[in-house]
């Protein structure tokens, strides 16, 4: 059974730096794609990151350049390096696999 933990949220003032984490149980991440998802409140869950298990890369455009995903096979974590936030970073973020499995997903606030 694939499970997903994600953990590293809490509240950043903007301009400052996150770094979430997921570990993986029940899956190899480095055999599979691996992504990050947020939602706001109101708001549809939207794409974040991605890396392949060739280490194919994608970020949304919204974040690319600030956030950062990579991927501790020793550790089987895929990570998000959040950078330079802004408050409509603010949300709750998912891990997810290409075979359809999600995290709970940690809260994300950027406020001062």
């Known amino acids: 059974q694939v499970q997903l933990v994600e953990s590293g949220g809490g509240l950043v003032q903007p301009g400052g730096s996150l770094t979430l984490s997921c570990a993986a149980s029940?899956?190899?991440?480095?055999?599979?794609?691996m992504g990050w998802s947020r939602q706001a409140p109101g708001k549809q869950r939207e794409f974040v990151a991605l890396?392949?298990?060739?280490?194919?890369?994608n970020y949304a455009s919204s974040v690319k350049g600030r956030f950062t995903i990579s991927r501790d096979n020793a550790k089987n974590t895929v990570y998000l390096q959040m950078n330079s936030v802004k408050p409509e970073d603010t949300g709750v973020y998912y891990c997810?696999?290409?075979?359809?499995?999600w995290g709970q997903g940690t809260q994300v606030t950027v406020s001062s």
């Open positions: 029940g899956i190899i991440v480095s055999a599979y794609t």
């Open positions: 997810s696999t290409n075979l359809g499995s």
């Open positions: 890396i392949t298990n060739r280490d194919i890369i």
